[in-house]
């Protein structure tokens, strides 16, 4: 593979218009794609957003099946905001005082615009007062809204409303007419790239190559966002798919771009011609790159385990994101080397015809160095210290609780939440109400037993009389809970039902918004273990292909679930524990989104496959070139540390202003990336796996006689090229940018 490869990355050097023609033009086509698509008549959102095939989905579909009448309703909250009065301690709403705040404060919403009828709770036909008589609760009805600006108008007249209350009673705004959208890039997003730039800079020494990096890795996300864009335009997909193509497209697009880059740079000052540098390069470090790249793709189309479309979706879109990204780095990438020449070293290295001893030396010197040798010379010291850490930081994992979907809005201190846990706290979960449907012959008989039944069960505040079908096999009850869809109460209470069988011949199933949430985040869960179980054995499988090792995959995986576990636990601390509140803008408080355990695991087994072959490629060939163990770990170390340690930077700072948005998803994401990285980079691949190297010794290169024989050679050190160099005649340099 390396000789193919470095002829596709001289083939590239020789031929630079026409391979950046070619990607030029492919860009262009896809955006005239987008364009037409985009003109297009799209299917109905419900058709893109199609949940997984839970029990809860299912009995949805049942019902609408048996009351057809309910096929076509709406949420009657879609449209609607509440305002909810809670009267002073030790009064009631019903008071003359607290009763002349409620009307005056519903007259004047009715003249709130886009309002086109308010209910008054202390209307003795229709009251809606709490039993202690201290919370009322009107809903305002919004008719013809128009588009998004227009709701934005809107919402902001209600709350400047609730915000304009004064005196004893309390009045909070429930519900949300908008929906939840990513917010605007901030400076923390922008601070995040300069840092990478500054990053990219201190580790080349050259504002150029940095500057080539950052290029090529915005190229291959433009590239493949667009191109996602294009597909969604002709089958519509979820609005979140974007998300992990285009987080872990930037990753590992700078990852890839920094580590052929910088063998490139190595090679030059090996003393090679430019071309033959490029050709090298993109032979030894392209082999790396491209094994790393499928390793990821392999992972990431192996979210269709999840059997959720819209996770499905990500997965796929993110392979590809990947998948162009490899493709650039092995083919335009070589194209800004090759411009680059000699001006992709620092300056002070421009003229020198063999740099590599001068090189070699802060290598063999330096704080990385001398790092390496401290792990190698006491192993079991730092793999003692770097696993106490990562158990330290991974133990609030053990406190992480998961929701699909958290009710009330994403803030916490928000007036939506305030008003949201009111109602709860006076009138149950009547805001998230379980509809069971109960089946069986004759059913109409049973309907009373079958109600009773219900009422009984524990978490279970009031159920409606039973609605028969037309067909008379089937009862449809609301059942409203005393919690909320995300308390432990409600998710056993829909257990509860479901297991149900004291009415003889009478089955129970339950759906409704709350038993979806209950369902998909119960499904995302047990995808998750699939999922982490999966990639468990794809890593063991792909690195022992790699490094022709039975003991090095062992390692690097349990390093990875240590990573991810460390990520896991940071989040929680923060965003479900609240620990630095003061720091990150985004609300706290909630239980972690369903999806960020299954996003972390893509996202960094992609990055933890990259350092790890990052680490360990060099090791292997300076192993491969005789060197025993421990020096191989050394020398090994020394030329690929300083390119891990700056990707690891890269992505740290890159992640931490995403970490800086106000929304907690996004943040809360960025977040777990920013501690998966620097467990990964900073303890297990620059401590644990040089120290646990340094034990195995020679065994760690081990690989039984059969496996040898039957497992393909990737050549990864560049044995073909050694090879195919010394058939060739020598090469000249390049006598005009040895003055560059």
């Known amino acids: 593979m390396s000789l193919f490869l470095s002829r596709i990355g ?41 949940s997984s095939s839970t029990a809860a989905s299912e009995t949805l579909d049942r019902l609408a099946t048996e009351f057809p009448s309910m096929g076509g309703a709406q949420d009657p909250a879609a449209d609607s905001l509440q305002l909810v009065f809670e009267a002073p301690a030790g009064s009631s709403v019903a008071d003359p005082a607290t009763s002349a705040v409620v009307t005056d404060t519903l007259s004047d919403a009715a003249k709130l615009p886009g309002v086109a009828a308010v209910t008054n709770p202390l209307d003795p036909a229709a009251p809606y007062i709490s039993s202690d008589g201290s919370v009322a609760v009107a809903t305002l009805s919004y008719g013809g809204l128009g588009d998004t600006a227009d709701k934005e108008a809107d919402y902001a007249a209600a709350l400047d409303l609730q915000e304009s209350a004064t005196g004893d009673v309390r009045v909070e705004l429930g519900g949300n007419l908008l929906e939840t959208q990513a917010p ?20 080349f020494g050259s504002l150029l190559a940095a500057g080539a990096n950052l290029l090529v890795a915005a190229f291959g996300v433009g590239l493949g966002t667009v191109g996602i864009l294009t597909y969604g335009a002709f089958f519509p997909m979820g609005d979140n798919t974007l998300i992990l193509a285009a987080m872990l497209g930037l990753a590992v697009g700078i990852d890839y771009s920094l580590f052929i880059l910088s063998r490139f740079r190595s090679e030059l000052r090996d003393g090679r011609n430019v071309e033959d540098a490029v050709a090298r390069s993109v032979g030894t470090a392209g082999t790396a790159v491209v094994f790393a790249g499928l390793t990821v793709i392999v992972a990431l189309v192996g979210l269709v385990v999840v059997n959720m479309r819209a996770i499905t979706e990500m997965g796929v879109a993110a392979a590809v994101a990947v998948a162009i990204s490899v493709l650039i780095a092995l083919t335009l990438l070589p194209v800004l080397m090759r411009t680059l020449g000699r001006r992709a070293l620092p300056r002070r290295e421009r003229h020198l015809r063999e740099t590599a001893r001068l090189a070699d030396e802060p290598a063999r010197r330096g704080f990385l160095a001398g790092w390496a040798r401290t792990v190698v010379t006491h192993p079991v010291l730092a793999v003692v210290a770097g696993v106490v850490v990562l158990v330290v930081v991974a133990l609030p994992t053990l406190s992480m609780k998961t929701a699909y979907n958290v009710p009330g809005g994403t803030d916490p201190e928000s007036t939506e939440r305030a008003a949201y846990n009111l109602v709860l706290d006076e009138f149950g979960g009547v ?9 069986g012959t004759d059913i109409a008989q049973d309907a009373a037993a079958t109600a009773a039944e219900l009422s009984s069960l524990d978490g279970v505040q009031s159920v409606t009389p039973g609605q028969i079908a037309d067909s008379g096999d089937a009862v449809m009850y609301t059942v409203i809970p005393t919690g909320s869809p995300i308390d432990d109460d409600t998710i056993d209470l829909v257990s509860a039902i479901r297991d149900d069988t004291s009415v003889s011949g009478v089955t129970l199933e339950v759906t409704g918004e709350a038993a979806i949430y209950i369902d998909e985040s119960a499904a995302l869960n047990q995808a998750l273990i699939k999922y982490v179980i999966v990639i468990a054995v794809l890593s063991l499988v792909l690195l022992t292909v790699m490094f022709r090792s039975l003991l090095i995959p062992i390692v690097a995986t349990l390093g990875y679930l240590l990573s991810l576990l460390a990520s896991f636990g940071g989040s929680v601390a923060v965003f479900q524990w609240g620990w630095l509140d003061a720091i990150i803008p985004a609300p706290q408080g909630d239980p972690m989104l369903s999806l960020l355990p299954i996003l972390l695991v893509g996202v960094l087994f992609g990055l933890a496959m990259d350092y790890q072959v990052f680490l360990v490629s060099r090791i292997q060939e300076m192993h491969s070139k005789g060197m025993t163990p421990k020096e191989a770990v050394v020398a090994g170390f020394s030329k690929s ?18 970490a800086s948005s106000t929304m907690a998803i996004a943040a809360s994401i960025a977040f777990g990336l920013v501690v998966g990285v620097l467990a990964d980079v900073f303890i297990v691949r620059l401590v644990l796996m040089p120290a646990v190297l340094s034990l195995l010794g020679k065994a760690a290169w081990w690989l039984p006689a059969w496996l040898d024989r039957i497992i393909p050679r990737l050549d990864i050190e560049g044995h073909a090229l050694d090879a195919h160099d010394a058939e060739s005649p020598a090469r000249t340099p390049d006598r005009e940018l040895v003055d560059a």
């Open 184 to 203: 605007e890039a901030g400076i923390g997003e922008a601070v995040g790239v300069i840092a990478a730039l500054l990053v990219l800079v201190l580790t």
């Open 431 to 439: 805001q998230s109400p379980l509809i069971v449907l109960a089946e």
């Open 641 to 658: 540390a300083p390119v891990l340690v700056a990707a690891g930077t890269i992505m740290t700072v890159v992640f931490a202003g995403f």
């Open 10 to 50: 001289r083939f590239s050097a020789r031929h630079r218009f026409i391979v950046t023609g070619i990607w030029l033009v492919l860009f262009a086509a896809l955006i005239g794609a987008f364009a037409i698509g985009s003109t297009r008549d799209k299917p109905e959102a419900a058709a893109q957003t199609a």
